[in-house]
T-cell receptor
Protein backbone atom coordinates (compact mmCIF):
# COMPACT_ATOMS: atom_id res chain seq x y z
CA UNK A 1 0.00 0.00 0.00
CA UNK A 2 1.32 3.40 -0.99
CA UNK A 3 1.83 5.84 1.85
CA UNK A 4 0.02 8.67 0.06
CA UNK A 5 -2.77 7.81 -2.35
CA UNK A 6 -4.43 9.97 -4.98
CA UNK A 7 -6.74 9.18 -7.84
CA UNK A 8 -4.67 9.71 -10.96
CA UNK A 9 -7.61 11.10 -12.92
CA UNK A 10 -7.99 12.85 -15.19
CA UNK A 11 -10.62 14.82 -13.33
CA UNK A 12 -12.54 16.89 -15.83
CA UNK A 13 -14.65 19.86 -14.72
CA UNK A 14 -16.26 22.71 -16.66
CA UNK A 15 -14.98 26.23 -16.28
CA UNK A 16 -16.51 27.93 -13.25
CA UNK A 17 -17.24 24.69 -11.40
CA UNK A 18 -15.71 23.47 -8.15
CA UNK A 19 -12.91 20.94 -8.52
CA UNK A 20 -12.44 18.56 -5.61
CA UNK A 21 -9.16 16.71 -5.24
CA UNK A 22 -8.66 14.06 -2.59
CA UNK A 23 -5.72 12.42 -0.89
CA UNK A 24 -5.40 9.74 1.76
CA UNK A 25 -2.34 8.86 3.79
CA UNK A 26 -1.34 5.86 5.86
CA UNK A 27 0.99 7.28 8.52
CA UNK A 28 -1.13 8.36 11.49
CA UNK A 29 1.66 10.48 12.97
CA UNK A 30 1.81 12.73 9.91
CA UNK A 31 1.77 16.36 10.96
CA UNK A 32 2.06 18.55 7.87
CA UNK A 33 0.22 18.39 4.60
CA UNK A 34 0.84 20.16 1.33
CA UNK A 35 -0.63 20.60 -2.09
CA UNK A 36 1.69 21.21 -5.02
CA UNK A 37 0.63 22.13 -8.53
CA UNK A 38 2.68 20.89 -11.47
CA UNK A 39 2.08 22.11 -14.98
CA UNK A 40 3.13 19.80 -17.78
CA UNK A 41 6.88 19.96 -18.24
CA UNK A 42 7.38 22.18 -15.20
CA UNK A 43 8.45 21.70 -11.60
CA UNK A 44 6.08 21.32 -8.63
CA UNK A 45 4.96 24.58 -7.06
CA UNK A 46 3.59 24.82 -3.51
CA UNK A 47 0.06 26.24 -3.41
CA UNK A 48 -1.29 25.26 0.01
CA UNK A 49 -0.14 23.90 3.34
CA UNK A 50 -2.32 22.76 6.24
CA UNK A 51 -1.35 21.58 9.69
CA UNK A 52 -4.53 21.28 11.77
CA UNK A 53 -7.95 19.75 11.30
CA UNK A 54 -10.50 21.81 9.46
CA UNK A 55 -10.44 24.13 6.51
CA UNK A 56 -7.87 26.62 5.32
CA UNK A 57 -8.82 29.07 2.61
CA UNK A 58 -6.55 31.01 0.28
CA UNK A 59 -8.31 32.80 -2.53
CA UNK A 60 -10.07 30.25 -4.72
CA UNK A 61 -8.32 27.37 -2.95
CA UNK A 62 -9.48 25.60 0.21
CA UNK A 63 -7.53 22.81 1.85
CA UNK A 64 -9.38 20.46 4.18
CA UNK A 65 -7.78 18.13 6.70
CA UNK A 66 -9.32 15.30 8.69
CA UNK A 67 -6.63 13.52 10.68
CA UNK A 68 -9.04 11.00 12.20
CA UNK A 69 -9.98 9.78 8.73
CA UNK A 70 -6.48 10.38 7.37
CA UNK A 71 -7.49 12.39 4.39
CA UNK A 72 -6.74 15.79 3.00
CA UNK A 73 -8.52 17.48 0.15
CA UNK A 74 -8.18 20.53 -2.05
CA UNK A 75 -11.15 22.45 -3.40
CA UNK A 76 -10.73 24.86 -6.27
CA UNK A 77 -13.67 27.23 -6.68
CA UNK A 78 -14.52 28.94 -9.95
CA UNK A 79 -12.14 26.63 -11.82
CA UNK A 80 -10.30 28.20 -14.73
CA UNK A 81 -8.61 26.56 -17.72
CA UNK A 82 -5.32 27.83 -16.25
CA UNK A 83 -5.91 25.52 -13.28
CA UNK A 84 -5.43 22.53 -15.58
CA UNK A 85 -2.40 20.76 -14.13
CA UNK A 86 -1.40 17.80 -11.99
CA UNK A 87 -1.95 18.33 -8.28
CA UNK A 88 0.40 16.53 -5.93
CA UNK A 89 -0.46 15.82 -2.31
CA UNK A 90 2.56 15.67 0.02
CA UNK A 91 2.76 14.56 3.62
CA UNK A 92 5.42 15.10 6.24
CA UNK A 93 5.48 12.44 8.91
CA UNK A 94 7.86 11.94 11.76
CA UNK A 95 10.83 11.10 9.55
CA UNK A 96 12.61 14.41 9.75
CA UNK A 97 11.91 16.77 6.94
CA UNK A 98 11.08 14.25 4.30
CA UNK A 99 7.98 14.73 2.23
CA UNK A 100 6.18 11.75 0.78
CA UNK A 101 4.30 12.59 -2.41
CA UNK A 102 1.23 11.00 -3.86
CA UNK A 103 1.12 10.10 -7.53
CA UNK A 104 -0.86 13.21 -8.37
CA UNK A 105 -4.28 13.91 -9.83
CA UNK A 106 -4.49 15.40 -13.28
CA UNK A 107 -7.12 18.13 -13.46
CA UNK A 108 -8.60 19.33 -16.73
CA UNK A 109 -10.79 22.43 -16.73
CA UNK A 110 -12.74 22.74 -19.95
CA UNK A 111 -13.81 26.16 -21.26
CA UNK B 1 15.98 35.67 -5.67
CA UNK B 2 16.92 33.45 -8.60
CA UNK B 3 15.32 30.38 -7.10
CA UNK B 4 16.83 26.92 -7.24
CA UNK B 5 19.12 26.55 -10.22
CA UNK B 6 19.79 23.24 -11.92
CA UNK B 7 22.06 22.29 -14.77
CA UNK B 8 21.99 20.94 -17.32
CA UNK B 9 18.29 21.29 -18.15
CA UNK B 10 18.47 18.42 -20.60
CA UNK B 11 20.94 15.58 -20.87
CA UNK B 12 21.08 12.80 -23.44
CA UNK B 13 23.73 10.17 -22.93
CA UNK B 14 24.53 6.61 -23.80
CA UNK B 15 24.29 3.68 -21.47
CA UNK B 16 27.43 3.25 -19.43
CA UNK B 17 28.40 6.91 -19.43
CA UNK B 18 28.79 8.99 -16.30
CA UNK B 19 26.17 11.66 -15.70
CA UNK B 20 26.55 14.58 -13.30
CA UNK B 21 23.63 16.77 -12.36
CA UNK B 22 24.17 20.06 -10.57
CA UNK B 23 22.12 22.16 -8.20
CA UNK B 24 22.43 25.55 -6.57
CA UNK B 25 19.90 25.99 -3.74
CA UNK B 26 18.28 29.25 -2.76
CA UNK B 27 20.72 31.35 -0.78
CA UNK B 28 20.22 30.90 2.96
CA UNK B 29 18.39 27.60 2.67
CA UNK B 30 19.89 24.89 4.85
CA UNK B 31 18.06 21.86 3.43
CA UNK B 32 18.61 20.41 -0.02
CA UNK B 33 16.66 17.54 -1.56
CA UNK B 34 17.16 15.45 -4.69
CA UNK B 35 14.06 13.87 -6.28
CA UNK B 36 13.43 11.72 -9.31
CA UNK B 37 10.15 11.77 -11.21
CA UNK B 38 8.90 9.16 -13.66
CA UNK B 39 5.45 8.35 -14.98
CA UNK B 40 5.54 4.93 -13.37
CA UNK B 41 6.85 5.82 -9.91
CA UNK B 42 5.90 9.47 -9.51
CA UNK B 43 8.06 11.80 -7.45
CA UNK B 44 10.56 9.96 -5.27
CA UNK B 45 12.97 11.41 -2.74
CA UNK B 46 16.49 10.15 -3.37
CA UNK B 47 18.54 11.92 -0.68
CA UNK B 48 18.51 15.07 1.39
CA UNK B 49 21.12 17.21 3.12
CA UNK B 50 21.01 19.50 6.12
CA UNK B 51 23.81 22.04 6.42
CA UNK B 52 25.72 20.16 3.70
CA UNK B 53 25.54 16.84 5.58
CA UNK B 54 23.63 13.90 4.05
CA UNK B 55 20.81 12.99 6.41
CA UNK B 56 18.88 10.29 4.62
CA UNK B 57 19.95 8.50 1.45
CA UNK B 58 17.58 5.56 1.74
CA UNK B 59 15.93 6.57 -1.52
CA UNK B 60 19.10 6.26 -3.58
CA UNK B 61 18.34 3.32 -5.85
CA UNK B 62 21.75 1.67 -5.88
CA UNK B 63 25.47 2.19 -5.66
CA UNK B 64 25.57 3.70 -9.12
CA UNK B 65 24.06 6.83 -7.61
CA UNK B 66 26.02 9.20 -5.41
CA UNK B 67 25.40 12.74 -4.17
CA UNK B 68 27.63 15.36 -2.62
CA UNK B 69 27.23 18.80 -1.16
CA UNK B 70 30.69 20.34 -0.77
CA UNK B 71 29.32 23.70 0.34
CA UNK B 72 26.06 25.49 1.08
CA UNK B 73 25.59 26.68 -2.48
CA UNK B 74 26.31 23.60 -4.56
CA UNK B 75 25.32 19.96 -4.81
CA UNK B 76 25.84 17.22 -7.37
CA UNK B 77 24.06 13.98 -8.15
CA UNK B 78 26.17 11.53 -10.09
CA UNK B 79 25.16 8.36 -11.90
CA UNK B 80 27.96 6.04 -12.91
CA UNK B 81 27.45 4.00 -15.02
CA UNK B 82 24.11 5.23 -16.34
CA UNK B 83 21.41 2.84 -17.55
CA UNK B 84 18.28 3.39 -19.67
CA UNK B 85 16.07 2.88 -16.61
CA UNK B 86 17.65 5.98 -15.07
CA UNK B 87 15.82 8.10 -17.64
CA UNK B 88 13.67 10.52 -15.66
CA UNK B 89 13.34 14.12 -14.57
CA UNK B 90 15.60 14.88 -11.64
CA UNK B 91 14.55 17.75 -9.37
CA UNK B 92 16.53 19.54 -6.75
CA UNK B 93 14.62 21.39 -4.01
CA UNK B 94 15.66 23.49 -1.04
CA UNK B 95 14.06 24.76 2.14
CA UNK B 96 14.83 26.90 5.15
CA UNK B 97 14.42 25.54 8.67
CA UNK B 98 13.78 29.03 9.95
CA UNK B 99 10.78 29.57 7.70
CA UNK B 100 9.19 26.15 7.79
CA UNK B 101 11.46 23.40 6.69
CA UNK B 102 8.79 21.41 4.94
CA UNK B 103 8.12 24.22 2.47
CA UNK B 104 10.30 23.09 -0.37
CA UNK B 105 11.10 25.12 -3.45
CA UNK B 106 11.82 23.12 -6.55
CA UNK B 107 14.26 23.84 -9.33
CA UNK B 108 13.27 23.49 -12.99
CA UNK B 109 14.59 19.93 -13.19
CA UNK B 110 17.02 18.06 -15.41
CA UNK B 111 15.49 15.81 -18.06
CA UNK B 112 17.78 12.84 -18.43
CA UNK B 113 17.55 10.38 -21.30
CA UNK B 114 19.88 7.40 -21.29
CA UNK B 115 19.97 5.59 -24.61
Amino acid sequence: QKEVEQNSGPLSVPEGAIASLNCTYSDRVSQSFFWYRQYSGKSPELIMSIYSNGDKEDGRFTAQLNKASQYVSLLIRDSQPSDSATYLCAVNGNAGNMLTFGGGTRLMVKP
Amino acid sequence: DAGVIQSPRHEVTEMGQEVTLRCKPISGHDYLFWYRQTMMRGLELLIYFNNNVPIDDSGMPEDRFSAKMPNASFSTLKIQPSEPRDSAVYFCASSNSGLGMETQYFGPGTRLLVL
